[in-house]
């Protein structure tokens, strides 16, 4: 089977017709894909932006931003050259490099993370063969980030913030990393590519949801607790402690977080589409379609709709939930910290280890379905 | 050995309920996303007050005798009412009125006791100004008449809830002339008047 459309390997070949050495080829490629990536994930959060405060306000039966482009659509851009042009205050009593260091320890890892987001077999930063691995070690070192802004702010909501943060993320790795293992143990393997590939074949019946119903549930759960969003969103609760680590922040370094929090929603709701929904598969097997109708899957047509179907559907599922999230912050209210680590540590934790011993047990007894 | 089963069944039934509960939850939230906005777009679109609004205070200089009964009824004593005795017409000459409405809460209590109705209140209620000073307003700018909602070309003006006819919750798309539930001032004068022969008549019978 054709693995569809390879923009690698045809713009190195190009180049190498060109005459350059293979290296220098690929040398000029590596950097393409890398800012594709961060030029995508910072306009997802735009749109992101744009689309919590039109459903919030859609949600309360308000209009939402109106006048800055059609629909308001201007809005987040106009928020963002605001920010840039704010004066960057760093507080008298304040360690001037932790503070500095904490938002950049914070963003970094989130952006290093969409390496591993596949939108097709061949539309990928890097396929690494421990990448979903990479992923969720990445995001355990936002943590030292949110702790280090609390602790340099010299402010006690600040630092409250920092360390519930801190909890938070550190209680919430544990049962999404049990997770994504099912999943992992179900695949064989790390990469996310591979992952997705095992999803493929019998449409959205063979996506992972079927099979890992509570997983599913778990993932999103743990995402959204990782992302601080609403029913989690204690760190930050301004009602209670101004908000939080945030408190000191102005400027772009308070944009800093901002951009890190929706940058980290999108990563979180792409990589759920990866894990549970077949990434960049369509809800019926396409090759499948085109091999019934006659055509090659090597003709040109079909490759360039295929990979655009890819992204459209990664983008798509992962938009979809990132609606979810938004419909839950308006439904559920916040959640205590007593409650957020019960339900973590005395629910969470427990039925992920019950679900991948049962996913194991599964595996070894119905290896067909459950990727033996 | 039974006990920690029930316990079990008791711990998914509670996490079943709570997944239910947020699932109705969300479908609330889903259903309100399909109402239409209730915004009114403020320096566009504005709400006509009600007949009853109490707004800035409308005073008229020449109705007013100088009695001070607003003074006296005012909470705080608010009114300023400077008047000097005139010995030649044996009658109070006033000089100076005003209020200062950053200080009066506009309960109307002037407005209720004002023996000749010089005082009134309207429905101007855009009182912001960039001097707190400007907020104290004299007898020339007590005696000027708000602008109407309904006669500003840059404003649609948009019914109050109660104004709504019955089962309508929301002023856009009301069609020209819609009336409110139940019956109008003039109707139930009208309805007053007719009754009265027949009143009369039975009273003569």
């Known amino acids: 089977?054709?693995?569809?459309?390879?923009?690698?390997?045809?713009?190195?070949?190009?180049?190498?017709?060109?005459?350059?050495?293979?290296?220098?080829?690929?040398?000029?490629?590596?950097?393409l894909p890398m800012l594709l990536m961060i030029i995508g994930a910072t306009v997802g959060v735009l749109v992101v932006v744009w689309l919590e405060r039109k459903i919030s306000a859609a949600a309360q039966q308000r209009i939402g931003p109106e006048y800055a482009g059609p629909l308001g659509v201007l809005q987040p851009v106009a928020d963002g050259i605001k920010l840039v042009f704010k004066e960057d205050v760093i507080p008298a009593k304040a360690d001037p490099w932790l503070f500095t260091l904490g938002p950049v320890l914070v963003v970094v890892p989130v952006f290093l993370s969409y390496l591993i987001v596949p939108f097709g077999q061949n539309l990928v930063v890097t396929d690494l063969n421990v990448g979903i691995f990479i992923w969720i070690s990445l995001s355990s070192i936002a943590p030292i980030?949110?702790?280090?802004?609390?602790?340099?702010?010299?402010?006690?909501?600040?630092?409250?913030?920092?360390?519930?943060?801190?909890?938070?993320?550190?209680?919430?790795?544990?049962?999404?990393?049990?997770?994504?293992?099912?999943?992992?143990?179900?695949?064989?393997?790390?990469?996310?590519?591979?992952?997705v590939n095992q999803q493929t074949g019998y449409g959205i019946l063979g996506w992972n949801i079927w099979r890992q119903p509570v997983g599913f549930i778990i993932f999103w759960i743990a995402a959204l607790a990782e992302c601080e969003r609403l029913p989690f969103d204690l760190?930050?609760?301004?009602?209670?402690?101004?908000?939080?680590?945030?408190?000191?922040?102005?400027?772009?370094?308070?944009?800093?977080?901002?951009?890190g929090s929706y940058v980290n929603l999108v990563l979180s709701a792409l990589v759920f589409a990866v894990l549970y929904l077949?990434?960049?598969?369509?809800?019926?097997?396409?090759?499948?379609?085109?091999?019934?109708?006659?055509?090659?899957?090597?003709t040109p047509w079909l490759q360039v709709l295929t990979a655009s179907l890819g992204i459209i559907m990664t983008l798509a599922k992962a938009y979809f939930l990132v609606f979810l999230a938004i419909l839950l912050r308006w439904t559920v209210p916040r959640v205590r910290i007593d409650q957020l680590l019960d339900l973590g540590w005395k629910f969470l934790l427990p039925v992920s280890l019950a679900n991948l011993l049962i996913t194991a047990a599964l595996k070894l007894s119905f290896p067909v379905a459950f990727g033996g | 050995m039974f006990k920690i089963l029930k316990q079990v069944q008791d711990y998914a039934q509670e996490s079943w309920q709570a997944a239910k509960y947020i699932g109705q939850g969300l479908s609330v939230t889903f259903d309100h996303m399909q109402r239409r906005p209730i915004t009114v777009q403020y320096p566009y679109e504005k709400l006509v007050p009600s007949e009853r609004y109490r707004g800035r205070i409308h005073y008229e200089f020449d109705k007013c005798i100088s009695c001070e009964v607003c003074v006296r009824v005012c909470p705080i004593n608010l009114p300023v009412v400077d008047w000097e005795f005139d010995k030649v017409a044996k009658k109070k000459k006033l000089n100076h009125y005003s209020i200062d409405f950053g200080v009066c809460i506009f309960c109307g209590n002037c407005v209720e006791?004002?023996?000749?109705?010089?005082?009134?209140?309207?429905e101007e209620y855009e009182l912001a100004s960039y001097d707190r000073h400007e907020l104290n307003y004299d007898s020339v700018a007590l005696g000027r008449l708000p602008y109407k909602v309904t006669q500003d070309p840059m404003v649609t003006p948009f019914k109050e809830f109660a104004y709504l006819p019955?089962?309508?919750?929301?002023?856009?798309?009301?069609?020209?002339?819609?009336?409110?539930?139940?019956?109008?001032?003039?109707?139930?004068?009208?309805?007053?008047?007719?009754?009265?022969?027949?009143?009369?008549?039975a009273k003569e019978g």
């Open chain 1, 1 to 31: 089977m054709n693995s569809g459309i390879d923009l690698q390997g045809s713009f190195v070949q190009t180049l190498q017709d060109f005459g350059l050495p293979i290296g220098l080829a690929k040398a000029v490629w590596l950097p």
């Open chain 1, 145 to 195: 980030g949110l702790l280090m802004a609390g602790y340099a702010s010299n402010n006690k909501y600040a630092l409250l913030g920092g360390l519930r943060a801190a909890a938070q993320s550190i209680s919430y790795e544990i049962p999404l990393a049990l997770s994504v293992l099912a999943i992992v143990m179900m695949s064989n393997s790390l990469s996310t590519i591979d992952i």
């Open chain 1, 235 to 259: 760190p930050e609760a301004e009602e209670e402690l101004v908000a939080g680590y945030q408190t000191e922040y102005a400027g772009m370094k308070f944009a800093l977080f901002y951009l």
């Open chain 1, 278 to 298: 077949g990434g960049w598969e369509f809800f019926i097997p396409l090759d499948r379609l085109a091999e019934w109708i006659g055509v090659a899957d090597t």
């Open chain 2, 113 to 122: 006791y004002c023996p000749t109705n010089c005082l009134s209140m309207t």
């Open chain 2, 166 to 201: 019955k089962g309508v919750v929301e002023p856009h798309g009301l069609p020209k002339g819609a009336q409110r539930a139940g019956k109008r001032p003039e109707q139930i004068l009208e309805e007053i008047e007719a009754a009265k022969p027949k009143e009369e008549a």
